[in-house]
């Protein structure tokens, strides 16, 4: 299977910073992709960078078998909602639809006046009078209907009410289920990346600390819970997420490819919420395949 | 891309459109007049040497009706402004709006590259700018025929009868607004991709924009090609200026016109000694007889003290020459530019 | 046509959650072999998850042996999970709901028949044979 985004090595530098760093993932095509993480860790920069907004410091990265926005045929195939889903405020819906058929071969009108019947939208209502959710629903109409094989969206929900949000995600998730597009979709949202993510990346402080199937992801991770123990203790193949500690108690978040046989722990399953959580806590390292020694209580 | 250009250029194409129109109207509706005054005047008919007077007389009665010499000089200001203007409103916010808004993540992601999207709009709205400001100018110069036809008759220059070798004319006719037009409006773009704010923008280059056409007939222009100089005698058309000071009155010479060389385009004028060197103050012997007593008597006396005047020109031969070059400097600025601004959209730094 | 939910708060997975509905809806003899399960779309539409969940739940129903998909056509259920038929089912459905009116006009409040039912669950199915 090709991968939807393929990077090795990718770092994108502002004068001094970087804003994203050794990023190196196969994203598979098919997925409903959530990419989560603190702000300023770099989501926006690496969907930049895969929508050919920006180009990259150093490493590579491929979209779809292709550089990013390589040449019209590639920009067809790509969908892009920046943050804010920016729109031309003095331009009405039906002008932006004009535009989306005027530059996009690939456009489907009937889709896009479906869409836009759907939502509500009053074609001749300026854009710049429309409200936060049905400008953003506008923004995925515009990339849903030049029929994509891969949609990238920075935030869409961020600024919306919680209905607006689900609207937007109903929209999206009704798309994904008619077109098998690939959706790459920024939050810093876990909730409703839980119901329709089944791959998830984890980006703090301008590094990937996780990325996988969101399946694979909730079943090599346990909460075991037991008597105070040095992490250390562990065998190997269970690594260390997240550790806390109380004078008689441990609790750690381990990633484990076997099962916890020791029948001091009690095993609990991890949700993704807390997965995320866990993986978002500066404080915890990356683990490497050893557990990590010391203690902090 | 083109109706997308269009689409959004729409506001600006109607608002020069109206402009056009109400230029053309009020040109249209005073042009007939002037003509009459033209025909009344008796200089049709008029050939050679003689019709100074009437050319004279001519210029006088237009210069008192009032409206006619307003409208020459807002005629000739609009010219001189509207390149400045497209620079500013049509080209500086081309990208940088763009950039500002955030509707570049829209417009830059559609099936359609950046240099494609950036080749149409400076196309279409490049050639409108240079339609508009030339079509401006034709306009003004049809009105402003009759003037220009009594300034080739020998009429005295004045304020609305100058040369077109003149820095005003000059730049206001023939095909220079061209080559502004299309230089003003790459600035503005380049500005606008640069900064990436659209007032910053505009302000930058109206500041560009205005220190080179401040810059082109003063210190660029003369040297197109060498100067030709002469030395000839004094006259009492070309003014004497005097200051009181210290160690005597200070000389001037000024030349409006060269006898032998009309429609020449005078760099500088000053007057020289009998060996050719520069002169600054009224030779002893003249001082009695001043400018303001009497003229031809202070002409005489110069003369007499060996004083002549040195001119540096531009014959008049060379006007379409330099008009050319001028064009084609400005025209290769804007390319420049242009091409500059492919490069930095392509970029992709942020 | 069956109307999925979904109980976010369970921990259960979503396709799992939608497998076991079915199961549910089979035994109550809401659903019947040759109806069609709701497509994709229609569920995703509804519940706003994922469409591979949907997938991986009408898979995993493939597998079972209870559903089969038609390409073009959908999903329908091929036959029922148990040996019991619908019109057992009904049957005891029928006797459930008689006993549970005359408990309730016997006095019992829902608590007290819900401790009954539970109990006597316990004991039945900690017996042994299921």
Redesign the interface.
């Known amino acids: 299977m090709t991968a939807a985004i393929e990077t090795i090595g990718l770092g994108k530098q502002?004068r001094r910073t970087w804003a994203l760093r050794g990023c190196t993932l196969a994203i598979p095509e098919g997925r409903v992709v959530g990419l989560v993480g603190p702000n300023g860790a770099g989501k926006t920069t690496l969907l930049g960078l895969a929508?050919?907004?920006?180009?990259p410091t150093c490493g590579t990265i491929s979209v779809l078998g292709e550089p990013p926005?390589a040449?019209?045929?590639q920009?067809?195939r790509?969908?892009?909602v920046?943050?804010?889903t920016?729109?031309?405020?003095r331009?009405r819906v039906a002008?932006h639809l004009?535009?989306?058929a005027?530059?996009?071969?690939?456009w489907d009108g009937e889709l896009a006046g479906r869409r836009v019947a759907q939502i509500g939208l009053d074609p001749k209502q300026r854009a710049g009078s429309l409200s936060g959710g049905q400008r953003a629903q506008l923004?995925l109409t515009?990339a849903l209907a030049?029929r994509p094989e891969l949609l990238l969206l920075d935030e869409p929900v961020a600024s919306l009410d919680p209905l607006a949000r689900r609207e937007f995600l109903r929209g999206l998730m009704e798309a994904v289920a008619e077109h098998n597009t690939s959706v790459v979709l920024s939050s810093h949202l876990v909730t409703d990346l839980e119901r329709v993510c089944d791959y998830l990346i984890v980006l703090v402080a301008s590094q990937v600390r996780i990325a996988g199937e969101v399946g694979e992801l909730l079943a090599s991770h346990r909460r075991l819970s037991g008597p105070r123990r040095d992490p250390g203790t562990l065998p190997a193949g269970q690594a260390v997420v997240e550790e806390s500690h109380t004078d008689k108690q441990s609790t750690l978040l381990v990633r484990t490819d076997e099962p916890v046989l020791d029948p001091a722990w009690t095993v609990t399953p991890v949700g993704m919420e807390e997965l995320v959580l866990a993986y978002m806590n500066p404080a915890n390292d990356i683990p490497a395949r050893r557990p990590r020694l010391g203690v902090a209580s | 891309?083109i109706?997308?250009t269009w689409?959004?250029f729409r506001t600006q194409a109607v608002t020069a459109a109206a402009a056009l129109a109400a230029f053309a109207a009020l040109l249209a509706a005073t042009g007939p007049h002037l003509a009459s005054l033209y025909a009344a005047s008796g200089l049709s008919g008029c050939h050679g040497g003689g019709c100074q007077n009437l050319a004279g007389s001519f210029e006088a009665q237009v210069q008192s009706t009032g409206i006619d010499a307003a409208l020459y000089v807002i005629g000739l200001g609009i010219i001189l402004l509207a390149p400045a203007v497209i620079g500013l409103f049509w080209g500086a916010p081309l990208i940088a709006r763009e950039l500002e808004?955030?509707?570049s993540?829209?417009a830059?992601?559609?099936?359609?590259?950046r240099t494609?999207w950036l080749a149409v709009k400076l196309t279409v709205i490049g050639l409108t700018a240079m339609a508009v400001t030339e079509g401006l100018s034709l306009m003004q110069a049809w009105w402003a025929a009759p003037l220009g036809r009594a300034a080739g008759l020998g009429a005295p220059a004045g304020a609305l009868i100058q040369g077109r070798f003149t820095q005003l004319i000059f730049a206001s006719h023939g095909i220079t607004p061209l080559g502004y037009a299309a230089f003003a409006f790459a600035l503005g773009v380049t500005a606008g991709a640069l900064i990436r704010r659209t007032i910053p923008a505009m302000a930058v280059t109206l500041a560009v924009f205005a220190a080179l056409q401040i810059a082109m007939p003063l210190w660029i222009r003369p040297h197109f090609a060498p100067a030709d100089r002469t030395v000839i005698a004094t006259s009492p058309g070309n003014e004497a200026g005097g200051a009181t000071g210290p160690g005597g009155d200070t000389l001037t010479l000024v030349a409006t016109s060269l006898p032998g060389q009309p429609g020449a385009w005078i760099l500088s004028s000053g007057p020289v000694n009998a060996a050719g060197q520069p002169v600054s103050t009224v030779p002893a012997a003249c001082t009695a007889s001043s400018i303001e007593n009497n003229l031809p008597d202070f002409d005489g006396c110069l003369t007499s003290q060996g004083v002549r005047e040195a001119i540096s020109y531009q014959p008049a031969s060379r006007y379409w020459p330099f008009q050319w070059a001028e064009t084609a400097l400005y025209l290769a600025l804007a390319l420049a530019l242009v091409g500059y601004c492919f490069r930095r959209l392509n970029?992709?730094?942020? | 046509m069956i109307e999925f939910q979904l109980d976010e708060t369970s921990g259960v997975a979503t396709y799992l959650q939608l497998v076991q509905q079915v199961h549910q809806a089979l035994r109550m003899g809401m659903l019947e072999p040759g109806d069609q399960l709701p497509t994709a779309q229609q569920v995703v539409a509804k519940l706003v998850i994922n469409p591979n969940t949907v997938h991986k739940a009408y898979r995993e129903l493939e597998r079972e042996g209870l559903a089969r998909a038609r390409p073009g056509l959908g999903t329908f259920i091929t036959r029922s999970p148990s040996g019991t038929d619908p019109a057992t089912q009904a049957r005891f459905l029928a006797a459930m709901t008689e006993w549970l009116r005359s408990a309730r006009s016997a006095g019992l409040g829902p608590d007290d028949i819900e401790a009954i039912y539970r109990t006597a669950f316990r004991t039945c199915f900690s017996e042994g044979a299921a």
Do not use: F, I
């Open positions: 502002y929508a050919g907004m920006l180009a926005a040449g019209p045929a920009l067809g790509v969908g892009y920046a943050q804010d920016p729109a031309y405020a331009m002008d004009r535009l989306g005027w530059l996009n071969p690939g923004a515009l030049k | 891309m109706r997308l689409l959004q808004t955030g509707t993540a829209l830059w992601n559609q099936s359609v590259t494609r970029r992709r730094r942020s």
